[in-house]
């Protein structure tokens, strides 16, 4: 499964999910939303106000949620 992290340069939140998803070993992409406006777009289309985005398969969720990324490990396993 593919997962997606949307993210700001300066985003407290996005890197604390970054350790996260590295401690439980998980790959993931790194989409900076300042850099790539049309990204933007596409996360309030999906009904997001608030970084980091993940998006993992048909899931989606905004912030910081280890209980989140913790299920995208038993999920991958």
């Known amino acids: 499964m593919a997962i997606t992290v949307y993210s700001a340069a300066s ?3 996005c890197t604390a999910t ?3 998803m590295e401690k ?3 790959s993931y992409t790194v989409i900076n939303v300042d850099e790539t406006p ?3 777009d596409k996360l309030v289309q999906l009904g ?3 970084l ?3 998006i993992a398969g ?3 969720w905004s912030g910081f949620r280890p209980d989140r ?3 995208l490990t038993a999920a991958t396993a």
Do not use: D, N, S
Request: charged share 35%.
């Open 52 to 54: 980091p985005v993940v």
């Open 11 to 13: 985003c407290v939140q």
């Open 69 to 71: 990324i913790r299920e």
């Open 48 to 50: 997001h106000r608030q």
């Open 38 to 40: 049309k990204a933007r």
């Open 24 to 26: 439980l070993g998980l």
């Open 58 to 60: 048909e899931a989606h």
């Open 18 to 20: 970054y350790r996260e």
